[in-house]
C-alpha cells in the first residue's frame, strides 16, 4: 500500500518561528552602523560579562523584524563569540563534579541558552530566505544553505554541551531541527560542503547530511549514560562516523531492516528504532546505521584478547583510539530501544549510600583504615608489605570516609532505582562512580547493603539531582589484593556477589581501582567475611566495567590459602 505523499506544509518553517515585533527605532538593531558599534565595544576581556552581552543581543535579534541582510551580519559578526563560548564550556565541564557549584552551574546554563538563541536565530534567517518558509529561490539558495549548516553545526555543540552538563534541550529544538533538514533535503542541499564557521579544533568542511548524521548519532548513543571523558569520544568519533550513515527522506512505504531508525518530523523527539520487516505507512525520515555497526563490530572482533582499545582511521590519515568497552556498550545500545524494559515501579522510599571504592571499603571494613585492615591479616605477604600505594586515595579524613547521603525513591526497575537527591552539600558524583546503598525494602532481611553504580545523572537544579543506579550485587566484601608487578605493593579492592534469578547464575566481581595487566590473571588476596580475616587467591576473567573511580572484573574461581582451608576444614568438623 502506497502512503500518502507528505505535503509541502509539514516542513513550513514559518510555523516553527516566533512572531517578531517591529524594528527598533534605536538600539543596537536599529542600523548596521549601531551593531558595528556596539560590537567593537564588546568585553572581549571579561568573559562573564561578554557572554551576557551576547545573549542579550541574540535574545533581540530573535525578538525583532529586522532585514535578512542586517540578521545575516549580526549572525555572521557574532559566531567568533559563540565559538569561544562552546570552547570555553568544553574546557571547564570536561571533568566536572556533580552537583555543579553556583557558579558553575549558571555559566553553563548561560552558554546552553547562547546556543539554544543562535540556532533559533538562523531558523528565523532561513524562514526570512524563503518563501513562505517552503521553499527557496535560486538567489537566496546559498545563503539559506549556509544558514542551515549553521545551525545544524549549533544544534550538534548544543547537544553535546548539554549531554556534558546531564541535561535535556527543549523538547521544541527537535521538531525544528528534524523540519529544517527535511526542508533541506527537499531544496536539494543537504549534501553541498560548507566551512564549519563556529570554531572547534575540527576546522575542516562538511555538509548538512553529515552534521545532521552526527546529531542523530549522539542523540541514540545513550550519552546520558556516559561519563564526560565517554561523551568526548563518541562526540569525536561521530565525525567519523557520519560518513558511514545515510538520512532518507520516505514518501512511500518502507519496509525496515536492522539498525534503520524512524524520524516523526512532527512528533518523534529522537530516533526511534524500529523492528526489522515492520511497514510505515507515514513518510518520515529514515536514520541507517547498518553498515557503521557492522564495520565497528568487525573492529571489536578483530581485536586481540587482553586488548582494550580499538583504533579507527580518519578520513585525514590519522587515528582515533576509542576505548573497546565503551564501543561494544554504544553498539549493544544501538540495539535496544525494541528490546529495553522500561517498566519502572513508582515508589517511596528512603535510601542511605556512600560511595567510592576508598569509602565502601572503609565501611565494608567495620570503619578501619585500609593500613589497619593490613595489619589484621596474619599473611605476611599482607601485613609486612610497604605503605599501599591506595592509601594516596584513602589519605582523606575519617568524617569522608564514613559520609552517608541521603536519597529518595522516585521510581525501581527489574536493574535498578531512579533516585533523586536534594542534600548535596559536600557531594562530588561522577557517572560511573561505586556506591553503596543501604535499605529495609527486602521483608526477609532486616537491613541490605546494595552494590551499584551510578549509570546516568540528570542535573535539574543546583541543589537537585536525579541519579539512575545499576544494582551489581548484595553481598559485598572488603579485600586486599598483592600487585606482583609492583614489588608486592598492595592496593585495596572489593568482592561482591551476584546471583542473577533470570539467569539462574552465581557470579562473583572484583573492583580494583586501576586497570590490571592482562599478565595478571591469577592474584593473592586477602577478605574480611564472616567476622574474620581469609587469605587465598584469585583467578580473574575479562574486564566487565571501567570508569575513573574503578576497573570491574570476572572472578573466575576463588580458593583459600592452605593455612586457611585447614582452619576452615576444622572448624567445619567441630560444628
Same mark, same amino acid.
Not at 553529515?210 to 542523530?216: D, G, K, Q, S, V
Not at 584478547?305 to 579507527?312: F, I, K, R, S
Not at 529495553?340 to 571499603?361: K, P
Not at 584469585?538 to 592452605?562: H, P, W
Given at each position: 500500500?502506497?502512503?500518502?505523499?507528505?505535503?509541502?506544509?509539514?516542513?513550513?518553517?514559518?510555523?516553527?518561528?516566533?512572531?517578531?515585533?517591529?524594528?527598533?527605532?534605536?538600539?543596537?538593531?536599529?542600523?548596521?552602523?549601531?551593531?558595528?558599534?556596539?560590537?567593537?565595544?564588546?568585553?572581549?576581556?571579561?568573559?562573564?560579562?561578554?557572554?551576557?552581552?551576547?545573549?542579550?543581543?541574540?535574545?533581540?535579534?530573535?525578538?525583532?523584524?529586522?532585514?535578512?541582510?542586517?540578521?545575516?551580519?549580526? $549572525?555572521? %559578526?557574532?559566531?567568533?563569540?559563540? +565559538?569561544?563560548?562552546?570552547?570555553?564550556?568544553?574546557?571547564?565541564?570536561?571533568?566536572?563534579?556533580?552537583?555543579?557549584?553556583?557558579? /558553575?552551574?549558571?555559566?553553563?546554563?548561560?552558554?546552553?541558552?547562547?546556543?539554544?538563541?543562535?540556532?533559533?536565530?538562523?531558523?528565523?534567517?532561513?524562514? /526570512?530566505?524563503?518563501?513562505?518558509? @517552503?521553499?527557496?529561490?535560486?538567489?537566496?539558495?546559498?545563503?539559506?544553505?549556509?544558514?542551515?549548516?549553521?545551525?545544524?553545526?549549533?544544534?550538534?555543540?548544543?547537544?553535546?554541551?548539554?549531554?556534558?552538563?546531564?541535561?535535556?534541550?527543549?523538547? %521544541?529544538?527537535? !521538531?525544528?531541527?528534524?523540519?529544517?533538514?527535511?526542508?533541506?533535503?527537499?531544496? +536539494?542541499?543537504?549534501? #553541498?560542503?560548507? !566551512?564549519?564557521?563556529?570554531?572547534?579544533?575540527?576546522?575542516?568542511?562538511? @555538509?548538512?547530511?553529515?552534521?545532521?548524521?552526527?546529531?542523530?548519532?549522539?542523540?541514540? *548513543?545513550?550519552?546520558?549514560?556516559?561519563?564526560?571523558?565517554?561523551?568526548?569520544?563518541?562526540?569525536?568519533?561521530? #565525525?567519523?562516523?557520519?560518513?558511514?550513515? !545515510?538520512?532518507?527522506?520516505?514518501?512511500?512505504?518502507?519496509?525496515?531492516? *536492522?539498525?534503520?531508525? &524512524?524520524?516523526?518530523?512532527?512528533?518523534?523527539?529522537?530516533?526511534?528504532?524500529?523492528?526489522?520487516?515492520?511497514?510505515?505507512?507515514?513518510?518520515?525520515?529514515?536514520?541507517?546505521?547498518?553498515?557503521?555497526?557492522?564495520?565497528?563490530?568487525?573492529?571489536?572482533?578483530?581485536?586481540?584478547?587482553?586488548?582494550?582499545?580499538?583504533?579507527?582511521?580518519?578520513?585525514?590519515?590519522?587515528?582515533?583510539?576509542?576505548?573497546?568497552?565503551?564501543?561494544?556498550?554504544?553498539?549493544?545500545?544501538?540495539?535496544?530501544?525494541?528490546?529495553?524494559?522500561?517498566?519502572?515501579?513508582?515508589?517511596?522510599?528512603?535510601?542511605?549510600?556512600?560511595?567510592?571504592?576508598?569509602?565502601?571499603?572503609?565501611?565494608?571494613?567495620?570503619?578501619?583504615?585500609?593500613?589497619?585492615?593490613?595489619?589484621?591479616?596474619?599473611?605476611?605477604?599482607?601485613?609486612?608489605?610497604?605503605?599501599?600505594?591506595?592509601?594516596?586515595?584513602?589519605?582523606?579524613?575519617?568524617?569522608?570516609?564514613?559520609?552517608?547521603?541521603?536519597?529518595?525513591?522516585?521510581?525501581?526497575?527489574?536493574?535498578?532505582?531512579?533516585?533523586?537527591?536534594?542534600?548535596?552539600?559536600? &557531594?562530588?558524583?561522577?557517572?560511573?562512580?561505586?556506591?553503596?546503598?543501604?535499605?529495609?525494602?527486602?521483608?526477609?532481611?532486616?537491613?541490605?547493603?546494595?552494590?551499584?553504580?551510578?549509570?546516568?545523572?540528570?542535573?535539574?537544579?543546583?541543589?537537585?539531582?536525579?541519579?539512575?543506579?545499576?544494582?551489581?550485587?548484595?553481598?559485598? #566484601?572488603?579485600?586486599?589484593?598483592?600487585?606482583?608487578? %609492583?614489588?608486592?605493593?598492595?592496593?585495596?579492592? $572489593?568482592?561482591?556477589?551476584?546471583?542473577?534469578?533470570?539467569?539462574?547464575?552465581?557470579? /562473583?566481581?572484583?573492583?580494583?581501582?586501576?586497570?590490571?595487566?592482562?599478565?595478571?590473571?591469577?592474584?593473592?588476596?586477602?577478605?574480611?567475611?564472616? !567476622?574474620?580475616?581469609? @587469605?587465598?587467591?584469585?583467578?580473574?576473567?575479562?574486564?566487565?566495567?571501567?570508569?575513573?573511580?574503578?576497573?570491574?572484573?570476572?572472578?573466575?574461581?576463588?580458593?583459600?590459602?592452605?593455612?586457611?582451608?585447614?582452619?576452615?576444614?576444622?572448624?567445619?568438623?567441630?560444628?
Amino acid at each position: 500500500m502506497k502512503g500518502a505523499r507528505m505535503s509541502s506544509t509539514q516542513y513550513d518553517i514559518s510555523a516553527l518561528v516566533p512572531t517578531l515585533s517591529k524594528p527598533a527605532t534605536r538600539g543596537i538593531l536599529s542600523s548596521r552602523s549601531s551593531f558595528d558599534e556596539w560590537h567593537r565595544n564588546l568585553p572581549l576581556a571579561n568573559l562573564s560579562s561578554l557572554n551576557d552581552c551576547i545573549l542579550e543581543s541574540l535574545s533581540e535579534l530573535n525578538r525583532t523584524s529586522v532585514t535578512s541582510r542586517l540578521r545575516s551580519v549580526v $549572525l555572521e %559578526k557574532l559566531t567568533e563569540q559563540v +565559538g569561544s563560548v562552546i570552547n570555553n564550556a568544553r574546557r571547564q565541564y570536561r571533568d566536572a563534579v556533580f552537583p555543579l557549584s553556583d557558579s /558553575q552551574h549558571t555559566m553553563g546554563q548561560l552558554s546552553l541558552n547562547i546556543l539554544t538563541e543562535f540556532t533559533m536565530a538562523h531558523l528565523i534567517l532561513i524562514n /526570512q530566505l524563503s518563501s513562505n518558509g @517552503t521553499s527557496l529561490t535560486l538567489l537566496n539558495k546559498r545563503k539559506a544553505a549556509q544558514s542551515i549548516h549553521a545551525m545544524m553545526r549549533s544544534s550538534l555543540h548544543l547537544i553535546h554541551k548539554s549531554s556534558l552538563l546531564y541535561q535535556n534541550v527543549p523538547a %521544541k529544538f527537535w !521538531r525544528c531541527l528534524h523540519t529544517c533538514y527535511a526542508f533541506a533535503e527537499k531544496q +536539494g542541499l543537504v549534501n #553541498r560542503t560548507y !566551512r564549519n564557521i563556529i570554531a572547534e579544533p575540527d576546522s575542516r568542511e562538511s @555538509t548538512i547530511h553529515e552534521a545532521y548524521c552526527r546529531i542523530l548519532l549522539l542523540t541514540i *548513543s545513550n550519552l546520558t549514560s556516559a561519563s564526560q571523558a565517554s561523551i568526548e569520544q563518541i562526540y569525536r568519533a561521530s #565525525r567519523l562516523w557520519a560518513s558511514h550513515t !545515510r538520512v532518507t527522506l520516505l514518501s512511500d512505504t518502507h519496509q525496515f531492516e *536492522s539498525g534503520q531508525f &524512524l524520524i516523526d518530523v512532527k512528533q518523534t523527539t529522537i530516533p526511534e528504532l524500529v523492528e526489522p520487516g515492520s511497514n510505515r505507512p507515514r513518510v518520515d525520515l529514515m536514520f541507517d546505521v547498518h553498515t557503521l555497526k557492522a564495520e565497528l563490530q568487525s573492529k571489536l572482533d578483530e581485536r586481540s584478547e587482553g586488548d582494550y582499545e580499538v583504533t579507527l582511521k580518519q578520513t585525514d590519515g590519522k587515528s582515533l583510539i576509542f576505548d573497546a568497552l565503551l564501543l561494544d556498550n554504544t553498539l549493544k545500545f544501538w540495539d535496544q530501544s525494541v528490546n529495553r524494559n522500561n517498566d519502572r515501579v513508582e515508589g517511596e522510599h528512603t535510601f542511605h549510600f556512600s560511595m567510592g571504592l576508598a569509602g565502601i571499603h572503609f565501611q565494608e571494613a567495620g570503619n578501619i583504615s585500609f593500613g589497619y585492615f593490613l595489619e589484621q591479616v596474619r599473611d605476611d605477604q599482607f601485613s609486612k608489605s610497604r605503605e599501599p600505594i591506595s592509601n594516596q586515595n584513602l589519605s582523606v579524613g575519617k568524617r569522608r570516609r564514613s559520609s552517608l547521603y541521603r536519597a529518595e525513591l522516585v521510581n525501581q526497575s527489574v536493574g535498578g532505582y531512579c533516585l533523586r537527591l536534594t542534600e548535596t552539600d559536600q &557531594l562530588k558524583l561522577r557517572i560511573g562512580e561505586l556506591i553503596r546503598l543501604t535499605t529495609d525494602l527486602f521483608e526477609d532481611r532486616d537491613q541490605v547493603h546494595l552494590i551499584g553504580t551510578v549509570r546516568w545523572l540528570n542535573a535539574i537544579s543546583p541543589s537537585e539531582l536525579l541519579i539512575g543506579v545499576s544494582i551489581v550485587g548484595t553481598d559485598c #566484601r572488603p579485600a586486599a589484593i598483592v600487585d606482583d608487578l %609492583k614489588d608486592g605493593t598492595c592496593s585495596s579492592a $572489593l568482592i561482591v556477589n551476584n546471583f542473577s534469578t533470570e539467569m539462574n547464575d552465581f557470579c /562473583q566481581y572484583l573492583f580494583v581501582q586501576s586497570y590490571l595487566p592482562g599478565s595478571m590473571t591469577e592474584l593473592s588476596v586477602a577478605w574480611y567475611d564472616d !567476622r574474620r580475616y581469609w @587469605t587465598g587467591m584469585l583467578e580473574i576473567g575479562e574486564l566487565v566495567q571501567k570508569s575513573a573511580s574503578f576497573c570491574m572484573y570476572r572472578v573466575t574461581n576463588q580458593y583459600l590459602s592452605d593455612e586457611d582451608r585447614m582452619i576452615d576444614e576444622a572448624v567445619r568438623e567441630l560444628v
